[in-house]
Each structure stands twice: as C-alpha cells, then as structure tokens.
C-alpha cells in the first residue's frame, strides 16, 4: 500500500484535473448561453420599448447589463468560468494558469460561440 502522502497527492492531483476541466466545460457552456442570449437583446429592447413607451437604446443598455449580472453567478457555478477568451491571454501574460490550460479554455469558448450562435440560428 503507498504511503498516506502519495495518495493524498494523487486525490489532490485528481481533484485539480476535475477542477479544470468543469472550468473548460463550464467555459464552452457559459459562452454558448451568451452568445444565444445577446442575439435576442436587439429584439427584446425593441419589444419592451413598444410596450413600454422607453427609449430603445435605454433598454438595449439595460437588457444587456441585466444579461451580464446573470452571467456572474452562472460563471461562478462553474469555478471561475469566462466567455471571453481575452481574459485568457492576459492570464497567460500574467503567469496565472498553464499556456495548455488557457489555451484549452479558449478553444472552448470558440466551440461555445460556434455552438451558440448556430444554436441561435437554428431557432430564428
């Protein structure tokens, strides 16, 4: 039987590997939910402002920063993770996380927008 250190290292090792891969998942879905919502904000602003007599510039604004704070916590469900693959680049220039990872991540959050936007055409 290995010492007790060798197998916490491995269930340590194990753990991290789920987490980031919840983390690219988690970035292609999350991607995907926001690139098939924005397609509607147009729609949704020019709706509400027929019914509600406001600007529709106005609502476009706060129909897309309503999205944004819905995207916070759904990011956060998944650990940490982002539909914007810049923040990817500058984690790799700052050092934070491995080039394979962040690069990984960005691949999903492009199969995300593929996904999302196919997804949007689909149903228009």
């Known amino acids: 039987m290995p010492p007790k ?3 916490a290292r491995k269930r340590r090792r194990e753990r991290e590997e789920l987490k980031q891969l919840l983390l690219v998942g988690g970035d292609a879905l999350v991607t ?3 690139v098939l919502l924005s397609c509607t904000f147009a729609e949704a602003a020019e709706a509400l402002s027929e019914i509600s007599g406001i600007g529709e510039f106005a609502l476009a604004v706060a ?3 309503i999205g944004l704070l ?3 916590p759904m990011c956060d ?3 940490g993770a982002l539909f914007n693959p810049v923040h990817n ?3 790799v220039c700052a050092g934070k996380g491995t080039l394979t990872l962040n690069s990984l991540r960005m691949v999903a959050q492009i199969l995300g927008a593929l996904a999302g936007s196919y997804t949007a055409v689909l149903i228009t």
């Open 89 to 91: 680049a500058a984690f």
């Open 63 to 65: 129909v897309t920063v």
């Open 70 to 72: 819905m995207m916070g």
């Open 5 to 7: 250190s060798a197998v």
């Open 77 to 79: 469900m998944f650990g």
């Open 32 to 34: 995907a939910i926001w």
